[in-house]
T-cell receptor
Framework: SQTIHQWPATLVQPVGSPLSLECTVE??????LYWYRQAAGRGLQLLFY??????ISSEVPQNLSASRPQDRQFILSSKKLLLSDSGFYLC?????????FGPGTRLTVL | GIQVEQSPPDLILQEGANSTLRCNFS?????LQWFHQNPWGQLINLFY???GTKQNGRLSATTVATERYSLLYISSSQTTDSGVYFC????????????FGSGTKLNVKP
């Protein structure tokens, strides 16, 4: 069966610090991968999606970036965090129909 | 991108009551899914339902694609049904991109 991992589970970072969130999927190959952000009490905003290694599509302009160095690894990064980057970051994968989510990372930028 | 609207935004029920949640979308879709987000943030797939009707225990869903809406029915609600319910759609001409509504927050009281 397929499993999706995210780490860390929670993170507190100062403004201006870098960020690296990692997501890995087990038990499948060539999945579509996604990064979503959920602000407190709100819906999910699509940030990035990837249909293959090195193929990244960005949905909204921001100071975040994503990379897919391996087939089942998706990384979300920032060089300098802003207060507005706080939120719940969710990685998801899709075999082409259903969407499956990881446990998420709660990021607080102070 | 496609617009997804959910109603009502908040719903309070007494245990045992029935409810209907609605999802409207602004354009044709390839894919529509309903999710439940539990109080710990985990998103669980409930239904993949681009059209037609499906049932799973006390939950059922109906999508009328030609009229651009979907309904989620919860019967005999239980306290464990509490959380936020999201619908997500994949645009008809833009594969791989899933857009979420703002959710319905359900509180089932004992």
């Amino acid at each position: 069966s397929q499993t999706i991992h995210q780490w860390p589970a929670t993170l507190v970072q100062p403004v201006g610090s870098p960020l690296s969130l990692e997501c890995t999927v087990e038990g499948t190959s060539n999945p579509n991968l996604y990064w979503y952000r959920q602000a407190a009490g709100r819906g999910l905003q699509l940030l990035f999606y990837s249909v293959g290694i090195g193929q990244i599509s960005s949905e909204v302009p921001q100071n975040l970036s994503a990379s897919r160095p391996q087939d089942r690894q998706f990384i979300l990064s920032s060089k300098k965090l802003l207060l507005s980057d706080s939120g719940f970051y969710l990685c998801a994968w899709s075999p082409g129909r259903n969407l499956f989510f990881g446990p998420g990372t709660r990021l607080t930028v102070l | 991108g496609i617009q997804v609207e959910q109603s009502p935004p908040d719903l309070i029920l007494q245990e045992g009551a029935n409810s209907t949640l609605r999802c409207n979308f602004s354009d044709s879709v390839n894919n529509l899914q309903w999710f439940h987000q539990n109080p710990w943030g985990q998103l669980i797939n409930l239904f993949y339902i681009p059209s037609g009707t499906k049932q799973n225990g006390r939950l059922s869903a109906t999508t009328v694609a030609t009229e651009r809406y979907s309904l989620l029915y919860i019967s005999s609600s239980q306290t464990t049904d509490s959380g936020v319910y999201f619908c997500a759609v994949e645009e008809g001409y833009n594969f791989n991109k899933f857009y979420f509504g703002s959710g319905t927050k359900l509180n089932v009281k004992p």
